[in-house]
């Protein structure tokens, strides 16, 4: 896709990965960016899916609405997890194929794989065995939503493409202490710590689960880059390569956030997948680098988060 004027639509244009997405595609020079809020459009309806698709007849579609959340949410609601998803998916895939869209990119991710999978996880790992209980919901609609794009070009020779990015973090995030995902969790957390002059925070789990952590601004990057230069039945892992336990973490967000107090592990909480670490030699091997390092992204979405919610 090299044509600045094509009408993209982004599907989950306001969420945080959306929203990245929209600002690298327009740095780019690409002008014709459409999508709704999911109050204004309701992506598990299909009806409105379908008059949506066919009033704006975009020609190229990014997937990046999905309902998401960190551990806790994903336990307290798994039904959720499922139906939205899948809904959301079934709606904007097969909408994206009776519209004859010229091509999707649907964004799932790393929890797909199996919860003991080899690390780093390859690609074929895929459905080697049992995905993590803690997110089985979104981890089987996202499957669904990488196979359906597989088959969909198998049977209708549709152009779509499927990236699995590890965990995501970054500007626009959600900080909600019980729904947000571990960095955002963690900054809200070190800052409420500092300004209250608590003596501790607590940190969920036992501290050694490792997870490989990615800047919104990269993962975007990534996306524009394979969406403008592969097609194929391939799918992407997309991450930095490197990962690091939430112990370390924790301190690193504790630093920049500048808590002085201690960290306590609340082991009554679960650590979700031991390790969750991409191989994404596929990626590297195509061209593309990672640019944010951790420090950098940490200092970049607190700051962000002093702007918004302070
Ligand atoms: O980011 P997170 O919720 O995602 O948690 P998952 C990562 C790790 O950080 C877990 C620990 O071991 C948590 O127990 N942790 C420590 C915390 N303190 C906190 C905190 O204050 N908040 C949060 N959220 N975690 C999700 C999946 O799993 O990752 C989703 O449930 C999705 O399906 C997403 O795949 C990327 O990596 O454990």
Redesign the pocket.
Known sequence: MKDKHSKIFIAGRNGMVGSSIEIEFRKRGYEKIIGLNSKELDLRNQADVEDYFSKEKPEYVILAAAK????????KSPAE?LYDNLAIQNNVIHCSYKFNIKKLLFLA???IYPRLSPQPMKEEYLLDGKV?P??EG??IA?IAGLKMCEMYNKQYGTNFISVM?????GIGDNFD?Q????????I??FHEAKIENKEYV??????D?R?ELMFNEDLADACIFLFESYSGDNFFNVGTGKDIS?KH??YLIKKAVGFDGDIK??IT?????PQ?LLDVSRLKDSGWVNKTELEDGIRKTYGWFLKHHT
């Open positions: 998401v959340g960190g551990i806790m949410a994903n336990m997890f991710s790393s929890c993590e803690t997110n979104y981890a996202k990015p590890c965990n995501i973090y202490p729904k947000s995902h571990v960095v955002a969790g963690l809200r957390k607590e940190v969920w789990g036992t501290g689960a997870r939430i973490l924790a592990f609340d909480k679960p650590d979700g997948m969750k």
